[in-house]
T-cell receptor
Framework: EAGVAQSPRYKIIEKRQSVAFWCNPI?????LYWYQQILGQGPKLLIQ????????DSQLPKDRFSAERLKGVDSTLKIQPAKLEDSAVYLC????????????FGQGTRLTVV | QQPVQSPQAVILREGEDAVINCSSS?????VHWYRQKHGEAPVFLMI?????EQKGHEKISASFNEKKQQSSLYLTASQLSYSGTYFC???????????FGAGTTVTVRA
């Protein structure tokens, strides 16, 4: 079974530039999560999708971050414009159910804003 | 919103035991435990649903006290491979979003 795919693996941008991350979840998984993990901290939930709909995006900085899930499958997370404090690993995860099944994580995208 | 984990870090010698605690102020639907090694993605260990069931994975087990909204992860007879950062993830009953604690760094030495 193929895992959660993310790209790119690494990205370096200057502040005020824009960047986009892509995630392809495991086939058939209804729930998709985007997390931001700053070095030394736990993953912080940015947005959680259930199929096409948003379950929660309360911690997504909506003035600069946006996310969409196309046809309930792939997802894109965008940052525009980026700030220095956005430097982190962005993890995508997916699960079959919501809350009652394990979440599988992708390898993440390491973003460095200079 | 995020669960609270304790301790922040623990150092063990091979063969020793440890307990990691996780608590929430809100009613929980489930608790998830993950281990993350440096530079890698978190790896699932186990999930506990409402009902207080204790689960096991090799010599790692966990319990969930539904009344207290607390979970504990037990590392028994620790091995070098147990080193890493352990995260508890909680799913609240009212919104079903999966939130993680700050993590507990476990170092097992020979």
């Amino acid at each position: 079974e193929a895992g959660v795919a993310q790209s790119p693996r690494y990205k370096i941008i200057e502040k005020r530039q824009s960047v986009a991350f892509w995630c392809n979840p495991i086939s058939g998984h209804a729930t998709l999560y985007w997390y931001q993990q700053i070095l030394g901290q736990g993953p912080k939930l940015l947005i959680q999708f259930q199929n096409n709909g948003v379950v929660d995006d309360s911690q997504l900085p909506k003035d600069r971050f946006s996310a969409e899930r196309l046809k309930g499958v792939d997802s894109t997370l965008k940052i525009q414009p980026a700030k220095l404090e956005d430097s982190a690993v962005y993890l995508c995860a997916s699960s079959q159910g919501t809350g009652n099944t394990e979440a599988f994580f992708g390898q993440g995208t390491r973003l460095t804003v200079v | 919103q995020q669960p609270v984990q304790s301790p922040q870090a623990v150092i063990l010698r091979e063969g020793e035991d440890a307990v990691i605690n996780c608590s929430s102020s809100k009613a929980l639907y489930s608790v998830h435990w993950y281990r993350q090694k440096h530079g890698e993605a978190p790896v699932f260990l186990m999930i506990l649903l409402k009902g207080g069931e204790q689960k096991g994975h090799e010599k790692i087990s966990a319990s969930f006290n539904e009344k207290k909204q607390q979970s504990s992860l037990y590392l028994t007879a620790s091995q070098l491979s147990y080193s890493g950062t352990y995260f508890c993830g909680t799913v609240r009953s009212n919104d079903y979003k999966l939130s993680f604690g700050a993590g507990t760094t476990v170092t097992v030495r020979a």
